[in-house]
């Protein structure tokens, strides 16, 4: 009797995980996690970044200031990517945005476009 109590429990339980791995993949939008990036479209979800990066934007995004030595900078981005790496649970767009903004800031790369 318990086994059965047991098991309608664990149905249940997969049933609403089920329902909220459905409810929200809707709010995602289509493209938003492509191979090649997120489309023009789908930028409109990605509040607070501008659609190029400026260099103002990466200081703010690797918490410096303006005249930042090449040192600072990668203690910086190293520092950000401890914390946010997708391999430990951080966010893969946070990631691509604090690598983006060491790029812009070291000079490798002198604006960024799209995502």
Sequence with gaps: MASIFLAGVAVAGAAMAARLVLSAAKR?????????????????WIKGFEPT???EEALKILGLREGATKEQIAEAHRRLMRINHPDNGGSTLIAS??????DLLLGRRTSYRGY
């Design 97 to 102: 945005k604090i690598n983006e903004a060491k």
């Design 28 to 44: 995602v939008p289509l493209g938003a996690a492509s191979a090649g990036g997120a489309s023009k479209t789908s930028q409109k």
């Design 53 to 55: 990066m400026t260099r």
